[in-house]
T-cell receptor, first 115, second 111 residues
């Protein structure tokens, strides 16, 4: 099994440009998460999907960030326009259960550098 | 809001030593606590999951304990090896099914 696949692995853009990240979760996993990880910090939740529904997007800066999970499988996270402070690693994770016992599987992350 | 703290932030030990990583959290109303490993430039790998009703979990040389009432967990690594060098993160799961992560402990095992 391929695990959680993210692309691109690295992206360098100038500020004010748009950027998009893609995530393919583990087959059969109904819950998908996008996390933001700044250097030297733990990941922080941006948005959580259960199937195709965004059930928690309270930490997503909606003025510039958007996400979608069409058909409840793959997901994209978009930033437009990007700011210098958006430089970070964007992690995608998926899990099967929606109870508190679920174990998340993480992708390798997409590292964004905004110049 | 749940806050998770990990001490120390960094740790260097010679190969073969036993070591303990600490994690504390402010709200004891958790479903479970998980320990993750993160290698440089990589995603997170789940190591151990302790349900709120459990006291500890073991996997090979790793042993994690949980004292929910005091808001503390420890990760014990026996007979450390250079391959154990990584950042170790703890995370607690709350009723909203979200993980709150600590800032991690960067471990270096010196051959």
């Amino acid at each position: 099994e391929a695990g959680v696949v993210q692309s691109p692995r690295y992206k360098i853009i100038e500020k004010k440009q748009p950027v998009a990240f893609w995530c393919n979760p583990i087959s059969g996993h109904n819950t998908l998460y996008w996390y933001l990880q700044n250097l030297g910090q733990g990941p922080e939740l941006l948005i959580r999907y259960e199937n195709e529904e965004a059930v928690d997007d309270s930490q997503l800066p909606k003025d510039r960030f958007s996400a979608e999970r069409l058909k409840g499988v793959d997901s994209t996270l978009k930033i437009q326009p990007a700011e210098l402070g958006d430089s970070a690693v964007y992690l995608c994770a998926s899990s099967f259960a929606t109870s508190g016992a679920n174990v998340l599987t993480f992708g390798a992350g997409s590292r964004l550098t905004v110049l | 809001k749940q806050e998770v703290t990990q001490i120390p932030a960094a740790l260097s030990v010679p190969e073969g030593e036993n070591l303990v990583l600490n994690c504390s959290f402010t709200d004891s109303a958790i479903y479970n606590l998980q320990w993750f490993r993160q290698d440089p430039g990589k995603g997170l790998t789940s190591l151990l999951l302790i349900q709120s009703s459990q006291r500890e979990q073991t996997s090979g040389r790793l042993n994690a304990s949980l004292d929910k009432s005091s808001g503390r967990s420890t990760l014990y690594i026996a007979a450390s090896q250079p391959g154990d060098s990584a950042t170790y993160l703890c995370a607690v799961v709350t009723g909203a099914n979200n993980l709150f992560f600590g800032t991690g402990t960067r471990l270096t095992v010196i051959p």
